[in-house]
């Protein structure tokens, strides 16, 4: 495994020990809270909130999706183009929560978890390797080009976020995830947000 997705898994694990350990405090200090959410706003947040996980299901679903798309990523970009992608993708996707849920939606509690760096991952593995199968995990027989699964989970979160369906999701977290993995990418490709630079 490349050494900075290997990190990444290691660190989310032992922050996720600590959790446990320390209870709910953790989570007061490190976890994202968008204005009216209940707790006090700090700009580290913007990056720690995707290091903590709200239970050993969502942090081994994170997990292996950085695993599965971060890995490949790593391998072809290099770690430091690699880490910069998904630090990126973590704090854009805090930002895009903080905008739109913390103002309008008006959200009741933290956000944490590594999602939005996943879903920047995603979208980045969507633009190198638009054609590979992913195959989801409860439906093996179902095979879906990587660019047509991500067009069609963004599709998705873009409606549960707006409906305010599944509470306790940070779906424009997700979004925000994905803008930013799509913002790197176009750095990176030496280009702007809508053409070369």
Known sequence: MPPITLALILLNVLVYALELVTGPEIIRVFGLWPPGSGGAFHV???????????????????????????????????????????????????????????????????????SGGVFGLLLAYA??????????????????????????????????????????VAHFAHLGGLFGGWLSVQYFRGRGLFGKR
């Open 127 to 168: 633009m190198y390797f638009p054609n590979r199968v992913i195959v989801i995990i409860f439906l093996p027989f179902i095979r879906i080009p990587a660019r047509t699964f991500v067009l069609g989970y963004g599709a998705v979160e873009l409606f549960l976020g707006i409906t305010n369906t599944t509470a306790g």
């Open 44 to 114: 580290w947040q913007l990056v720690t909130y995707s290091f903590l996980h709200g239970s050993l299901l969502h942090l081994g679903f994170n997990m292996v999706a950085i695993w599965m798309f971060g890995a490949e990523l790593e391998r072809r970009w290099g770690d430091l183009r690699y880490l910069l992608t998904y630090l990126v993708s973590v704090v854009v996707a805090a930002m895009t929560q903080i905008a739109v849920s913390g103002y309008f939606l008006h959200a009741s509690g933290p956000v944490i978890g590594a």
